[in-house]
């Protein structure tokens, strides 16, 4: 089965595409640098193209059976992402794997979650056999805290008081995977995340106990967190994390046991656990 993938060579993407691959499909790429197709894995077939230009979309899309649609958070996601979907649509592509979110049913006035839910309502409105995959927090955006956390001892993210789940990526890969190449879980939505939430500050603990050193959280002060990524990250971003943190402050993030079950199903087990996670990384990065 050939299956593209728009948005295949990110942090996801890339995996969704090892994913579909080591199961015998015929994965293809579409990105918008042509110096990245150089990059893809042997076996992987890539194309250039970008979303705002749907014209370009319809080279990658010949010859296709199935579908993954990610996007980047970008203040034009949704425009972005309605352009793909009706290049696709006249396509004739019948089978979708969509990534959203989480918090576009919980929290759709952060902006990057509104934007999937408009996207969600497009797609579930459409002829296509889709199947849409919502996300809690991903447990490897750890990852960028590598050097807070490694090395000065702080835990990055101010997640709060409540309960945050996580969802280890490769989690999401798997699931999307299955449905691509299967069909499982066509007209329904899967929230995907890990069965542990610890909030903030049993998040630094988890790294302290697995690192063998102090890892502290620094507190609930989002405007202080918005200071320390200042020149790190774009203003329409900071200003969109920052939303999205206040709502896991006041919420938390986690899935009910039916939920869980639903996750169980589609992934043919049960998902990998945050604090094996972090388990896993902290001995990776000690050597």
Not at 116 to 137: C, G, H, M, N
Not at 213 to 234: F, H, I, M
Not at 241 to 253: D, F, K, N, S
Request: aromatic fraction near 6%.
């Amino acid at each position: 089965m050939t299956v593209l993938l728009l948005g295949g060579s990110g942090q996801v993407g890339s995996l969704v595409t090892a994913e579909i691959l080591s199961r015998g499909g015929r994965p293809r790429v579409l990105t918008r640098k042509a110096e990245k197709l150089a990059e893809l894995p042997a076996g992987v077939e890539g194309f250039v193209g970008d979303f705002e230009q749907p014209e370009s979309l319809a080279p990658a899309l010949a010859g296709v059976e199935a579908i993954f649609l990610l996007l980047a958070n970008d203040p034009k996601e949704t425009h972005q992402a309605l352009t793909a979907l009706a290049a696709i649509k006249q396509s004739g592509v019948k089978r979708l794997v969509y990534l959203s979110s989480r918090l576009s049913s919980e929290a759709p006035h952060v902006p990057h979650a509104g934007a999937k839910l408009a996207v969600e309502a497009a797609i579930t409105r459409s002829d296509l056999a889709y199947t849409i995959l919502q996300p809690t927090f991903f447990a490897q955006n750890d990852l960028m805290g590598r050097e807070a956390i490694l090395h000065a001892g702080i835990y990055p993210h101010p997640l709060g008081q409540h309960g945050v789940a996580r969802v280890d990526t490769r989690d999401v890969a798997s699931a999307a995977a299955t449905a691509l190449l299967s069909g499982k879980g066509a007209g329904a939505c899967f929230p995907l995340s890990s069965p542990d939430a610890p909030n903030g500050p049993e998040s630094a603990a988890l790294w302290s106990e697995a690192l063998g050193r102090e890892v502290r959280y620094p507190g609930d002060d989002l405007q202080a967190w918005a200071k320390s990524v200042e020149g790190l990250l774009p203003a329409w971003l900071i200003y969109d994390l920052v939303m999205m943190y206040r709502h896991l402050q006041a919420a938390g993030e986690s899935l009910s046991d039916p939920e869980l079950a639903l996750q169980e199903d589609l992934l043919g087990g049960p998902p990998r656990r945050y604090g094996d996670f972090v388990g896993e990384t902290a001995q990776a990065w000690l050597g």
